[in-house]
């Protein structure tokens, strides 16, 4: 807002980067913070892949507010717990979003955006870096989770079940990175897999056979299933590592039997029909919206 550029600045901007002009007459959005951003600040993810995440994220957030707008909000339903243990948050966090205490979560994408919480997948893969969530400064504030692309299912449910830890226990930085890590992936693993439902499952004899079943039951990998049993404490370290080199044997490190399906998200969609019909096109909405249309594509 320190002035106002020239139309043939604008065309200039728009031929760089092939948007069209309309997009830079627009009002800019709401404020769309660092987020869980911050608590990667020392992993290696650069500050231009940072850049990138973010303002697509927060485009991405901009066109479903804008599309949002014509039809009644989506009650919230995810609680604040600042005081709050992870595991005990979890449980909470589960309970008031309608989970049963002592089931697999299906569809965790969908049950989230149903529960106010929107999920905004971006067309970027980004090397160690698969989400990663914010409060946008809307009034009422509005919880976002943005993912990104070439994500293994197991993999995306645990990084949304570790963001929704950000977002319930975290709004201040008063513990280091690491720690506000930590207990994100103590949230996620309690959130998706409850002590009290999979206790007995992890406490018998555990092959890889039965990694296998347990991760398509409960749609997460074997090894947060390793990781977990260790943490109950039913395999020493020596049995962990054991069932790792199993694993490496196999090369299942790099890349686990028992596909698990991404999930995808179905608000943007849903509204695009609401508004469009069931055979609307990508152009219609990147009119709307000022983007360019094979962007708008690849978001829907």
Not at 22 to 44: D, H, I, N, T, V
Not at 196 to 218: C, E, F, G, Q
Request: one cysteine or more; hydrophobic letters at 40%.
């Amino acid at each position: 807002n320190l002035r106002s550029p020239q139309d043939e600045t604008l065309k200039a901007f728009a031929i760089a980067t092939g948007f069209p002009v309309a997009f830079f007459r627009c009002e800019s959005g709401p404020e769309f913070p660092m987020g869980s951003l911050l608590y990667r600040r020392r992993k290696a993810m650069t500050s231009r892949d940072q850049d990138r995440v973010r303002q697509m994220g927060r485009l991405v957030f901009e066109i479903i507010e804008s599309m949002s707008g014509e039809f009644r909000p989506i009650e919230l339903r995810l609680p604040r717990l600042s005081e709050s243990a992870p595991e005990e948050g979890a449980r909470i966090a589960r309970a008031e979003l309608g989970f049963s205490p002592d089931s697999p979560i299906t569809n965790l994408t969908f049950r989230l955006e149903k529960n106010g919480v929107v999920i905004a997948a971006i067309p970027y893969q980004i090397d160690k870096h698969d989400a990663f969530s914010v409060w946008a400064d809307t009034d009422p504030r509005i919880p976002v989770i943005v993912t990104t692309a070439g994500v293994a299912g197991d993999r995306q449910r645990w990084s949304l079940a570790h963001e929704l830890g950000h977002l319930v226990l975290h709004h201040s930085y008063s513990s280091s990175t690491e720690d506000l890590e930590h207990e994100a992936d103590t949230f996620a693993a309690e959130f998706l897999l409850p002590e009290k439902a999979v206790r007995d499952s992890l406490n018998a004899t555990l092959t890889l056979t039965t990694l296998a079943d347990l991760k398509s039951r409960w749609g997460v990998s074997m090894d947060a299933l390793i990781m977990r049993a260790f943490h109950f404490g039913f395999i020493t370290d020596g049995q962990r590592r054991y069932l790792y080199r199993q694993m490496a044997q196999k090369e299942w490190d790099i890349k686990e039997p028992v596909a698990i399906p991404p999930e995808k998200p179905r608000l943007l969609r849903k509204l695009a029909e609401a508004l469009y019909g069931p055979n609307v096109e990508a152009t219609q909405i990147a009119e709307r919206v000022s983007v360019p249309t094979h962007l708008l594509k690849t978001i829907l």
